[in-house]
């Protein structure tokens, strides 16, 4: 399953049957880029530029819903849907940079994996 991480709200509750990546084109060593492949698109007439997100090979993105069940704790438990074997983050005109909330969260992973490794 492919994610797209796109930076605006759309009101739907199902899935795309064609998962294909409908890409404009595909621009190389952009400055400032997260990725030497930046990708071009455009969603409902706005511009959009992309990346495709990796995370380390000790962690696999999972689509998390909430389960409904309402719990005297404060807590909602959640429930775990599909594995994603892929997802690209978008922004709006600019490509996404690793000082972006959700590439910098991931450099943690990456992190993490490095300092806990055992070699």
Known sequence: MIAHWMPCKIE???????SEL???ETLNNESGALSN?????NFRGR??????LSFPDSYSPVVVHHSGIVSDVGTE????G?????????????PPTSSDPIPLSLTWLH???ILHSSS
């Open 111 to 113: 992190l993490a994996s």
């Open 37 to 41: 492949h930046v990708l071009v698109s």
């Open 47 to 52: 511009p959009l530029r992309g990346v495709q």
């Open 77 to 80: 438990p959640i429930k775990f």
């Open 22 to 24: 409908q890409c404009l």
């Open 12 to 18: 739907a509750n199902g899935m795309k049957v064609n």
């Open 82 to 94: 599909a594995k994603l074997d892929k997802i690209f983050l978008w922004n709006l005109s600019t």
